[in-house]
């Protein structure tokens, strides 16, 4: 058993693809997922890129397998746990747009846009 999970440990470490982008934040409403959230929530807008590229993307927006992922991002050692619910069309590929709650776990807001945020996606895959 111990080696089994072991292995399945190594596995799934080595399906976390470490990405690295800057960090913005905004408003929260009605996102692509076709979720309503609101800024006070731990959630994310990856770039339209990764977006519409993510496997098992169909033309509807709100079918997209990666809402619900989650991704967890660290900033000068300090890190958040935060839920895929949107796209966000001024995103380069790798850059994360936050909402104000999870802004706040990496830095103050006063900074406006952070860089070198490295991430990945919770539970394997890109
Ligand atoms: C954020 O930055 C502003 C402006 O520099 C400062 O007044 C405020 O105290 C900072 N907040 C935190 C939580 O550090
Ligand atoms: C970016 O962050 C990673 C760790 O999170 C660090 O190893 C790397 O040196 C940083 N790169 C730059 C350009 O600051």
């Not at 409403?29 to 770039?47: I, K, P, R, Y």
């Not at 949107?86 to 999870?102: E, H, I, Q, R, V």
């Amino acid at each position: 058993m111990l080696f089994v999970s072991l292995i399945l440990g190594l596995v799934s470490s080595a399906l976390a693809v470490t990405h690295s982008g800057d960090g913005t934040f905004t408003t929260f409403g009605l996102g692509a997922c076709g979720f309503t959230n609101d800024n006070s929530q731990l959630v994310v807008g990856v770039s339209t890129a990764f977006y519409n590229d993510f496997p098992g993307a169909t033309p509807n927006p709100n079918n997209n397998p990666i809402c619900g992922r989650t991704i967890t991002a660290t900033f000068q050692g300090k890190s958040v746990t935060v839920e895929v619910v949107d796209k966000c069309t001024g995103c380069a590929m790798f850059d994360l747009n936050f909402s104000p709650a999870a802004f706040d776990k990496l830095a103050n807001e006063s900074v406006g846009r952070i860089h070198n945020v490295s991430w990945q996606l919770n539970g394997g895959g890109e």
